[in-house]
């Protein structure tokens, strides 16, 4: 191994474990980056930083020889559990390690490393590369300065991992057609159907909220300047009853105006009667004093103990929306609360846009469905996820299937699955058993996305199979098929269902954290106290710290300091609400 080579892996271990030291003082986050190319990612067994990786040459990947590594010290082509990152014991400390080589902190140009010359080390230089047609016999193509905006230009045309943004956007458009697929098709579900889809047209109420005037508490409706006299219910032929034997938080001889009854009979001024919370106000009501707040004298008479204000304790009518206001935009996802609020709207069934069908190819024979892992076999961690996590998403799963180290189980799975969206893990770098993209080249699918970067998660990548079918390609490393699954399936999801895009925010950080010296990083992260606190175990084969997060922070190459602002990608179970606030972010319109 080459003392560049040492480095790459030294960064790589670091980053996994110290992703909460500070950058060091010789090291500044902004200081410029070398440019570089970008690898997909190592084989099976372990290919690491500058290895040579022995394949067919191919669009879409890379010339026989090519180092590729994921850059996180990992076999990031199929392997659940393992890593080039330490998995216990003390952190490398990063600064010391950079230090001791060059002199400088990641993020800055090592010798031999400036524009124009080497590339990132124990990597060579790949090419820009717009999208390709993977089709059997086809050279690989690559136009240089084309693809992603970073990285140097390369030699051999090969194509170029695409910046993180840059493939969430491209994965989106796919999604959505880009002009070119017909638009999501909508059918009309009943309420107990359409949860976890995307409305297809925008929610109008159908009628005023509330639909008349309403009691909002437990009390008593008045008519004019008290003290009042207690009344029987309009339409109740019973006495009103000794009021001086009752208390204000008693019955006054009868149950009084209760919610469903209809009611049409004026309440006389100087009159009481009782109400129950969500009951219809007569006409002629001045208020609804709460039972608490009341009291009755010998003589049977009602107190008010406050003082009472005309329109108190009253939901009139419209207060929430009127008819035809809209509630929600088309593309909004249909919540339990979004059920509530069309019902109360007078809907029956809803427009929706039907959840994408997913298939997920499991890939690999080393792996496991039970028991403990032994003699080289390792538990499959992905199957268990990924369905949930998809459904979490938004998608219909139709199934989780385990593939081997087979190629044309592989093609027979892909070119036979009639989801909108297969997911395979795995496989997608070009180790020995690494079919997927000469599984992609003889089914003739068009490449759109070949690599990110980004880590963990570089070696994934987006295909489309047919019109409306697309394929996401993700590293077999747990964490590392979290990233992909967040940077390509989830955008590509929210538009096959046809929902609004996802409305980004940012949040402090509580804690530095350091960038990648080349490529975006996803690092899991907890929200305390209105700040992000970045969490440990973030290799790409480990899942210690996503099962705590409720985020990942998306970090820049140049790292980020304490305070300042990352965006952050929610996880499905804890997602904030995104999309438009129709109406609930003024004091005026539908909702007051």
Not at 211 to 230: C, L, Y
Not at 435 to 441: E, F, G, N, S
Request: hydrophobic share 35%; glycine share 16%; aromatic share 2%.
């Amino acid at each position: 191994m080459t003392p560049r080579d040492r480095e790459s892996e030294e960064i790589e271990e670091a980053l996994a474990l110290v992703g909460r030291r500070p950058p060091p003082s010789n090291a500044p986050p902004g200081a410029d980056s070398p440019d570089r190319g970008h690898g997909r990612g190592g084989g099976k067994h372990g290919v690491g930083p500058g290895a040579s990786v022995s394949g067919p040459d191919r669009a879409g990947s890379p010339d026989p020889g090519t180092g590729q590594d994921d850059g996180d010290g990992s076999d990031s082509g199929r392997g659940t559990g393992r890593t080039g990152g330490a998995d216990g014991g003390d952190a490398l400390d990063l600064g010391r390690a950079v230090d001791q080589q060059h002199g400088a902190g990641p993020g800055t140009s090592a010798p031999g490393a400036g524009r124009g010359g080497s590339p990132e080390p124990g990597r060579e230089a790949e090419g820009h590369g717009s999208r390709h047609t993977v089709g059997a016999g086809m050279p690989a193509t690559g136009v240089a300065g084309r693809g992603a905006a970073t990285g140097a230009h390369a030699a051999g045309g090969r194509h170029h991992a695409r910046a993180w943004g840059e493939a969430r956007a491209i994965a989106e458009r796919a999604g959505r057609g880009a002009g070119s697929d017909p638009a999501p098709r909508a059918e009309s579900v009943p309420l107990d159907r359409a949860l976890g889809r995307a409305l297809a047209e925008a929610l109008t109420a159908l009628t005023d909220l509330p639909s008349f005037d309403t009691s909002a508490m437990d009390g008593w409706a008045v008519s004019g300047p008290g003290p009042w006299t207690i009344r029987s219910a309009p339409g109740d032929s019973s006495d009103a009853g000794d009021g001086a034997a009752d208390s204000a938080r008693g019955t006054a001889g009868d149950s009084g105006i209760l919610a469903g009854q209809a009611v049409a009979a004026p309440l006389p001024d100087g009159s009481a009667v009782r109400i129950a919370t969500g009951a219809r106000i007569p006409p002629d009501v001045t208020a609804v004093i709460r039972s608490e707040h009341a009291r009755t004298d010998s003589g049977g008479r009602l107190h008010a103990e406050r003082e009472v204000a005309p329109g108190q304790d009253i939901r009139p009518r419209g207060q929430e929306c009127r008819s035809g206001d809209r509630l929600l935009p088309a593309g909004s996802l249909v919540t339990p609360a979004v059920l509530g609020l069309a019902a109360a709207a007078g809907y029956d069934e809803l427009l929706t846009v039907p959840q994408p069908r997913v298939e997920v190819l499991v890939l690999g024979d080393e792996l496991l469905t039970e028991g403990l892992p032994h003699d080289g076999l390792i538990r499959d961690a992905l199957g268990p996820m990924l369905g949930p996590w998809l459904r979490g998403l938004g998608a219909e799963v139709l199934a989780t299937r385990r593939i081997g180290d087979d190629a044309d189980a592989l093609h027979r799975a892909i070119t036979g699955s009639e989801a909108d969206l297969v997911i395979t893990t795995g496989g997608t770098a070009a180790g020995p058993v690494d079919h997927v993209h000469p599984v992609l080249r003889k089914a003739g699918a068009e490449l759109l996305v070949d690599g990110v970067a980004v880590r963990p998660g570089h070696p994934m990548l987006l295909a489309r199979l047919a019109p409306g079918q697309h394929l996401v390609g993700l590293p077999g490393n747990p964490l590392a098929a979290v990233s992909g699954l967040l940077t390509l399936a989830e955008p590509l999801l929210r538009a096959l269902a046809g929902r609004s895009p996802r409305v980004a925010y940012r949040v402090p950080l509580r804690e530095a954290v350091h960038g990648h010296p080349y490529d975006t990083r996803l690092v899991p992260v907890v929200h305390r106290d209105e700040g992000l606190v970045p969490l440990h175990f973030n290799g790409p084969a480990m899942l210690r710290g996503i099962a705590a997060a409720d985020g990942l922070a998306v970090v820049p190459p140049s790292g980020a300091r304490a305070g300042e602002e990352l965006e952050v990608l929610d996880l499905p179970w804890t997602a904030s609400a995104d999309g438009p606030l129709e109406g609930v972010s003024r004091e005026t319109g539908c909702f007051t």
